[in-house]
């Protein structure tokens, strides 16, 4: 039969789970088994509507379901936010770079991460808890608008019961009284972590100010260029390096990326817009 790198297999959307005022997660159930390396985006698309890249957030070793935690931007988004469950959605891919998770082995890992940039990262934290005796420490430091805007507040509560693993959270703003960890931009937290410089690397995602201004601060705290990974997002179209929609300097963010180091792109005179 005609194979086409742009055909989607149908997967029904089987729940849909509020995170906050403008983020759900949706759990899709693909036709058949799908597979995918934790950082790898898919595009998802609602039949005779349209396509949008996004990256999964669950665990890569989870192949009967794979979710999607999006954030309501526009159009496709905001008619995906308006299903209930039961409809039959359409993904193709995965494609891009995921994480290079074996190059963490024995290694602190800090993932650095903000609003829905905790997509991915929690598809790659759900990776490291798996094999955490393969990591010397694994660090998230998440930071979020308000209490309200947290992401994951369930699964939060289950991962802060694992030993190995260090969690720090802030807010920008909250009342007195609603938050009792950090209140300040999430790249303060920073601050409060001690790691190991000559056996450390940081996974970053969020939003482009964050990326930027997260990237300079672990750059400050002695950070080097390829220790740092970034989930970069961007204009997309194919998916699959043919139309140049995502091209960043000599880079294609669909299939050199989604995933760089900060040397891939410290030569982009600003590539978090
Ligand atoms: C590799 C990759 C991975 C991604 N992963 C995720 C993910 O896991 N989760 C996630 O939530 N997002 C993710 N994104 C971003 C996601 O793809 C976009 O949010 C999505 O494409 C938006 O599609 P849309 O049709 O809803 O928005 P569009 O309609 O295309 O709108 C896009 C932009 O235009 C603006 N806009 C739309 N309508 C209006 C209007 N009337 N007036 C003014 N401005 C307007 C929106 O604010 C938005 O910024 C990812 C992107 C990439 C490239
Ligand atoms: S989206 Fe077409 S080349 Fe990347």
């Given at each position: 039969m005609f194979w086409s790198p742009y055909k989607s297999i149908p997967a029904k959307l089987e729940k849909v789970i509020d995170e906050t005022s403008n983020i759900k997660t949706f759990v899709l159930r693909p036709e058949s088994k799908f597979r995918f390396a934790t950082g790898q985006f898919i595009e998802l698309s609602i039949p005779g509507v349209g396509e949008a890249p996004f990256t999964p957030s669950?665990?890569?070793?989870?192949?009967d379901t794979i979710d999607v935690t999006i954030m309501k931007a526009g159009n496709l988004t905001g008619q995906l936010h308006a299903l209930k469950g039961g409809e039959t959605l359409g993904i193709r891919g995965p494609y891009g770079t995921g994480y290079p998770i074996e190059k963490f082995y024995g290694k602190e890992v800090l993932i650095l991460g903000g609003g829905v940039g905790m997509a991915p990262l929690r598809s790659l934290l759900l990776t490291l808890i798996a094999q955490?005796?393969?990591?010397?420490r694994i660090i998230l430091c998440y930071g979020s608008k308000s209490p309200e805007d947290v992401v994951y507040k369930h699964q939060f509560t289950e991962w802060q019961k694992i030993k190995e693993l260090e969690i720090m959270r802030s807010v920008d703003k909250c009342p007195?009284?609603?938050?009792?960890e950090t209140v300040g931009l999430?790249?303060?937290?920073?601050?409060?972590v001690k790691v190991d410089l000559k056996n450390t690397v940081s996974i970053v995602c969020g939003p482009p100010i964050m990326m930027k201004f997260g990237s300079r601060k672990l750059l400050d705290i002695g950070y080097t260029h390829s220790n740092i990974y970034l989930s970069m997002e961007g204009n997309m179209s194919?998916?699959?390096?043919?139309?140049?929609?995502?091209?960043?300097g000599h880079n294609f963010i669909c299939k050199d990326g989604p995933v760089f180091t900060y040397e891939q792109l410290k030569h982009i005179p600003d590539p978090f817009i």
């Open positions: 669950s665990s890569p070793y989870e192949t955490k005796e393969k990591f010397k007195i009284g609603q938050w009792d999430v790249t303060c937290l920073l601050d409060q194919c998916g699959i390096g043919k139309c140049g929609h995502c091209q960043i």
